[in-house]
């Protein structure tokens, strides 16, 4: 018995419909309710003609033709695919039973026309907007088609009632109450919180998906793009080395050869061409790693940051006029090991580069934040004006000449391109003649490139 009844509601196609589309199971359910309720009404009214009419007519037949066409068409859908188009064809079909029939029930003043309003509502929850305003342009044309038969013909009568007008008023009363009935629990199923909810829902989740699409396909190709400027830079900084490193030795050996005979104005110059050379060679360099500074992530490893902090002090060559005090409540935490060490290593060493104090002292702690550590590394260097607070992270910036300072003005760049990476953010306390204490904030957890893809499986 459950087979049969799974056979008769196609419970097998409802299954195959996928279970995130909401709206396409809701379609489905009010259309297996209309396909029996119409194939019911539509042999009851061939039933009825049939006993209404000592001789045969052919009007019952073609109802009850209609009225398979209707089942016939429920049973015929394969897939789920192909559902709209069967609903197009059993609204037809039931407009059509709606229609003819009402040409011996009085015509226009047949109140069964009032389905007309149901198959309408019907109409724009199956098909949607466009498909509910073609139903309704049809609707109308049939009202216009069975007024003027009815008023100016004599195609309609009431030959169904046999005439008498105590079935007429029967009639009408059942049909107006059950018309009603239809189209007031329609509309309800319409505007009901509940379907506008899935509605919405479908709305954003096809909103979603194309977006992911998109997502995706944008995604490759900026990957592919990355790809070959990488290949573009390598190849376009190894051609622009080779020059520098022939002019690098070509000055070289002009020196060898002049030996003492250059003055010591030419001998400057010589030392300037080659203190532009190194520092254009430093350009390139961190113009490459400025470029790859997002995309060179590594695995992340158990840090204890007071000891990496340590490690880069002592890469970096541990000064003798530099005391360096790291606080003892520095974080242990699952990161990035080796961009966490390339921060450190830029900042303390613009912290010792630009410092113009005897003896330099740099501080380096953390403060525990809710998702994340806020690190400190604070010097007593000549300290930077408030105007300035933003300009030095932006690339190719530098507050002291080049010629004073060699700098590329690109490390605190890389370093604030890796921060913000990470989902974090660097920003500076300063005041002239007070220090500078450069602080950022890094998240136990990276942030997600992919968000709207997250955003819409949680949707989903």
Known sequence: MKKIFRSLFRNDLYESIPYD????????????????????ASISTAIQILTAFEETNILSFVLMGLAFVILATFFA?????????????????????????AYNAGGLMNTGTMYICAIIMTAFMLLGTKGGKWFTVLGIMSVIVLFYASEFTTWTTYDLFKNDIHLIHQDALTTFI??????????????????????????????????????????????????????FASIVSHDLKAPLRAIGNLTGWIEEDAGDTLIPEVRTNFDMIKQRVKRMEDLINAILDYS??????????????????QETFEFIGQPENVKLEIASNMPEMMTDKTRLSQIFSNLIGNAIKYNDKEQIRIVVSAENQTDGWVFSVKDNGPGIEPQYHEKIFVIFQT???RDDVESTGVGLAIVKKIIEDQGGKIWVDSEPGKGADFRFFWPLVKKQKDSVLIAATIMV
């Open 21 to 40: 589309d909401l709206m396409s199971r809701q379609r489905f359910t009010l259309f297996r309710i209309f396909t029996y309720t119409a194939f019911i």
């Open 77 to 101: 859908v394969k897939h789920h695919s192909k559902l709209p188009i069967a609903y197009i064809v059993s609204l037809i079909t039931g407009f059509s039973v709606v229609h003819i029939q």
């Open 178 to 231: 059950l018309a009603l009935f239809l189209v007031a629990a329609q509309s309800n199923y319409l505007h009901s919180g509940k379907n506008v909810i899935i509605e919405r829902i479908t709305d954003q989740k096809d909103q979603l998906e194309i977006s992911n699409q998109k997502l995706q396909e944008y995604t490759h190709h900026l990957e592919k793009k990355n790809q070959e400027l990488d290949k």
């Open 292 to 309: 790859r500074a997002d995309r060179r992530a590594s695995d992340d490893v158990l840090v204890n940051s007071q000891e990496l902090v």
């Open 399 to 401: 507050l002291n000449r």
